[in-house]
């Protein structure tokens, strides 16, 4: 995730944190007014108070993500999902709301972090094996792809590449793991890795 920002706009993403975690009463007091009315049935609270979350949603995933794209993504998906808690009564306390969104923030954001550095390991660990040495001067692997081709193998074959290059679990280890023979380890793993292939290529 990566996005050009002036001098001016990386100073102002400073403030991102402190923006969700408004300070002022007033607003404090507006921002827990609408979310108590929304939580009570008043479905037009919903549109005013996202129009005053938003934008320091946005900011904060600027802030955090790096990624204007990936900043509207997480308007989107932070602020209809605490709306629908609210609704559904599952907030437990309406006037806290910011403080509930911010929390839901950092719980997404944390999610892709921890999403785009495994994607990170994945390459690390399978892209060796899926780049064929004559053409090593080939485009540096779709790591996206590698991670779609991998959740597409079958559970068995995934748990084999999975343990064998990321745990780095010797082939006695995993078939003990998974009920299988050394040997049958080798043959599924081989199996696996000419399917990553055939998946990254396209032939699949």
Same mark, same amino acid.
């Given at each position: 995730?990566?996005?050009?920002?002036?001098?001016?706009?990386?100073? !102002?993403?400073? /403030?991102?944190? !402190?923006?969700?975690?408004?300070?002022?009463?007033?607003?404090?007091?507006?921002?827990?007014?609408?979310?108590?009315?929304?939580?009570?049935?008043?479905?037009?609270?919903?549109?005013?108070?996202?129009?005053?979350?938003?934008?320091?949603?946005?900011?904060? &995933?600027? %802030?955090?993500?790096?990624?204007?794209?990936?900043?509207?993504?997480? @308007?989107?998906?932070?602020?209809?999902?605490? *709306?629908?808690?609210? %609704?559904? &009564?599952?907030?437990?306390?309406?006037?806290? $709301?910011?403080? *509930? @969104?911010?929390?839901?923030?950092?719980? =997404?954001?944390?999610?892709?972090?921890?999403?785009?550095?495994?994607?990170?390991?994945?390459?690390?660990? $399978?892209?060796?094996?899926? @780049?064929?040495?004559?053409?090593?001067?080939?485009?540096?692997?779709?790591?996206?792809?590698?991670?779609?081709?991998?959740?597409?193998?079958?559970?068995?074959? !995934?748990?084999? @590449?999975?343990?064998? *290059? /990321?745990?780095?679990?010797?082939?006695?280890? =995993?078939?003990?793991?998974?009920?299988?023979?050394?040997?049958?380890?080798?043959?599924? !793993?081989?199996?696996?890795?000419?399917?990553?292939?055939?998946?990254?290529?396209?032939?699949?």
């Amino acid at each position: 995730m990566a996005g050009r920002y002036t001098s001016d706009s990386k100073r !102002r993403l400073e /403030y991102a944190d !402190r923006a969700l975690e408004e300070t002022d009463a007033e607003r404090n007091a507006g921002d827990s007014e609408l979310a108590r009315r929304l939580a009570g049935g008043d479905s037009t609270a919903e549109a005013e108070l996202y129009g005053r979350l938003a934008p320091r949603v946005r900011l904060y &995933g600027l %802030r955090h993500l790096r990624d204007p794209a990936a900043a509207d993504d997480l @308007v989107q998906d932070a602020l209809l999902m605490a *709306f629908r808690m609210l %609704r559904t &009564g599952k907030v437990r306390e309406p006037e806290r $709301f910011v403080s *509930f @969104v911010l929390g839901s923030c950092r719980r =997404i954001v944390a999610g892709l972090q921890r999403g785009a550095a495994r994607r990170q390991r994945l390459l690390e660990r $399978f892209g060796p094996e899926l @780049v064929p040495a004559a053409v090593c001067d080939a485009p540096p692997v779709d790591l996206d792809g590698l991670a779609r081709c991998l959740e597409r193998l079958p559970e068995r074959e !995934r748990s084999v @590449v999975v343990m064998s *290059f /990321y745990a780095e679990a010797g082939s006695e280890q =995993i078939g003990g793991e998974l009920g299988l023979s050394t040997g049958n380890v080798r043959v599924v !793993r081989h199996r696996a890795l000419a399917r990553l292939r055939a998946c990254m290529e396209g032939t699949s």
